[in-house]
């Protein structure tokens, strides 16, 4: 959370003490929930008060859901990350979670229900905690919204509501979300008196519009600063208009400053050409809308001439269209490779965007919301820029597949020995021999394939592979062919055919081989294939 941004000083304030007051007194809600729709600022509130808690030796752990960056995005690894984080602040927790491991060595990998109970909720209940010594741990949940599986959701927040049942300590649990139906249902589950709702959008209008001026005067500020501009400037009605046009939601606020902040532009043209544009349609994220539009226009269109627009257009829908796809983040460079792109033509389409995109490290989204934007019909009303999501997951399951082919081999490592332990190989071989961009094809292949809607005609692709899966190991091979038109089965079978077990020694390598397995039932379940199953 260290370059993540908090509340200013002087915003958020009576909320952020209905939050702290609650964590200090909270009678019989073990849950403060949180709720608001898209850019209304939950995760930001989320950072302030974990760091306050952080800084009382209160914050037992916390965990930001992040739809598109690997693990953060499902709920297998959220009880476990929650275990090793209270392992680490609670040395009065440790003997019993590390207890835990041992007698369930293989609780990582059980039903989320068995994870709470063997590694967070029974740890807790052995305490030997005098009562007036009895003290609150609070975890920070930001954006369960973001968790893929809406069913998992309703699971975590029914198991956090038995913290109630605690007695030897008190465990508080601070979560922040969309109010999305899975959600809604989960807390209608759950008895009533374990949870306080906050609603963000209830706060007066005047309060939030008060809190967004006092956050474009501090960015303004900077950006004045930085570009030696008139004191005077951007004026009191532009701010004013700019706070009209935000409409409580602080995302459009920090997308406007980053927009016109953007270095090698004129700051007085760009705050022109927000103020000027408009929007006819009075849907809640009209405004929201319209700067992603504005975002887009300037960093592909405007100022080109037709036939580099034509390129700049067809390279925004490809690396742009599979960020906000991906499963996991990427660094340029991997994504350059996985696509088959060149790495500056990637840099150079992140850099006109990094209004809404950061690549300082792995390529991110600074919000979601501009992914729901850009796959939204509805809201992406010049069709230059929408992305069509099947098309682009045939493209990167395509590209997945192109590259693993180029790239894996008998015997990757050169580890020469049959009988060699993960454990034993280098790991900068590792990382020579599977960079990100390999990983991430390895793990993600199929789920972009299932995700595509490709149907995979043949029963005799599903023989094959079920032939080749009980007998991996000893590498035969079956010259068989595909009947299918579409180029994305052609490739799919003939990596199938010439890389299964290179693919397969590459999972071993990698440590997920169990995802290996799990992803040739996801690639069963898809062939169209009635009167035979591989499992």
Not at 286 to 311: F, H, M, N, S, W
Not at 412 to 434: A, I, K, S
Not at 439 to 452: E, F, G, N, T
């Amino acid at each position: 959370m260290e370059h993540e941004s908090i509340c200013l000083e002087d915003t958020r304030v009576g909320l952020l003490q209905d939050i702290l007051r609650w964590s200090k007194t909270p009678g019989d809600a073990c849950i403060f929930w949180l709720n608001g729709m898209a850019g209304t600022g939950k995760s930001t509130i989320a950072r302030t008060v974990a760091r306050k808690w952080d800084d009382e030796k209160r914050l037992g752990a916390s965990f930001f859901f992040s739809r598109g960056q690997g693990d953060l995005a499902h709920a297998s690894k959220f009880f476990t990350t929650l275990a090793y984080q209270l392992a680490h602040t609670q040395s009065s927790l440790a003997a019993g979670i590390r207890s835990a491991i041992c007698k369930h060595p293989n609780v990582p990998w059980k039903s989320l229900r068995e994870q709470w109970k063997h590694l967070i909720l029974e740890p807790l209940s052995q305490l030997n905690v005098v009562p007036s010594q009895l003290q609150s741990l609070i975890v920070v949940l930001d954006a369960l919204d973001e968790c893929n599986d809406g069913r998992d959701t309703e699971l975590i927040l029914k198991l956090l509501s038995q913290a109630k049942t605690l007695s030897a300590v008190r465990l508080l649990v601070f979560l922040t979300s969309r109010p999305e139906t899975p959600i809604r249902y989960g807390f209608d589950d759950i008895p009533k008196a374990t949870h306080q709702d906050f609603i963000l959008h209830s706060i007066s209008h005047s309060i939030v519009d008060l809190d967004i001026s006092v956050f474009f005067r501090h960015e303004f500020d900077k950006i004045r600063k930085r570009r030696r501009l008139p004191r005077e400037w951007p004026g009191e009605p532009n701010l004013h208009r700019l706070v009209q046009k935000a409409d409580g939601l602080f995302i459009y606020a920090a997308t406007v400053c980053r927009f016109i902040g953007y270095k090698d532009t004129v700051p007085q043209e760009r705050l022109a050409s927000v103020l000027r544009d408009s929007m006819e349609d009075q849907s809640s994220t009209k405004e929201l809308d319209l700067i992603y539009t504005t975002v887009l226009r300037c960093a592909v269109v405007e100022g080109r001439d037709p036939e580099i627009q034509k390129i700049l257009l067809k390279r925004f829908r490809r690396i742009v269209g599979s960020i906000v796809i991906l499963s996991d983040t990427l660094t340029a460079g991997a994504l350059a490779d996985l696509l088959g792109d060149k790495q500056r033509d990637v840099e150079e389409t992140l850099e006109s965007l990094s209004s809404v995109l950061d690549y300082s490290e792995n390529i991110r989204l600074l919000h979601p919301s501009f992914r729901d934007f850009l796959l939204d019909n509805q809201r992406c009303n010049d069709a230059n820029f929408r992305i069509d999501r099947n098309d682009v997951h045939k493209d990167l399951a395509a590209s997945c597949l192109k590259l693993l082919s180029i790239r894996l081999t008998t015997d990757l490592c050169f580890l020469m020995l049959p009988g060699t332990l993960t454990n034993e190989v280098d790991p900068y071989t590792l990382q020579c021999c599977l960079p990100q961009e390999v990983r991430y094809a390895c793990r993600y292949w199929v789920d972009h394939l299932q995700r595509s809607n490709a149907k995979l005609q043949g029963k005799r692709v599903h023989n094959f592979l079920k032939e080749r899966f009980r007998h991996w190991i000893d590498g035969q091979r079956n010259n068989i062919e595909l009947s299918a038109d579409e180029q994305l089965h052609n490739r799919v079978h003939t990596f199938l055919k010439e890389h299964f077990l290179h693919w397969f020694e590459a999972l071993v390598l990698m440590g997920n081989v169990v995802d290996g397995i799990l992803r040739l039932k996801t690639f069963n379940s898809m062939l169209t294939v009635s009167d035979v199953k591989m499992f």
